[in-house]
């Protein structure tokens, strides 16, 4: 990361990080949906990262991930094996059927998937034509 990042991306790192999506940011900032594809167009650019699935995993993997409605911010989540994710989505789910976890929880753990799909995905796919892929 060359430049840093402004107090507002910030905001928005952590806020992807929990899985939200633009609408949600959005409306929770109170400013237009072209707004957070701006500073999330900025992230990618400072981040060198290319897509949202790449930010989402980002801010996952470095701890940038909002507490449910708060602005504190979780422990970092080490998921490293699948069966760390398997039992993270099983405590999760387990706790939301039981009244335990809140919406915003649940959507932080959906994010976490989708970001280590990414990322094995990534590890998996050419980085230029002609090369192979990590396997």
Do not use: C
Not at 95 to 101: D, L, P, Q, T
């Amino acid at each position: 990361m060359n430049k840093p990042l402004t107090p507002r991306e910030t905001e928005i790192l952590y806020k992807m990080g929990a899985g939200k999506s633009t609408k949600e940011i959005a409306f929770e900032l109170g400013v237009s949906d072209k707004d957070i594809e701006y500073h999330r167009a900025n992230l990618a650019s400072k981040l060198k990262l290319k897509s949202v699935q790449e930010i989402t995993a980002y801010a996952s993997q470095n701890g940038f991930v909002e507490k449910p409605g708060s602005l504190e911010v979780m422990a970092p989540v080490n998921v490293k094996r699948v069966e760390d994710l398997e039992d993270l989505i099983f405590k999760t789910t387990e706790n939301a059927v039981n009244g335990k976890a809140n919406l915003s929880q649940v959507t932080a753990v959906i994010g976490l998937v989708g970001a280590y799909i990414t990322i094995q995905r990534l590890k998996m796919e050419p980085r230029w034509p002609g090369s192979k892929g990590k396997k």
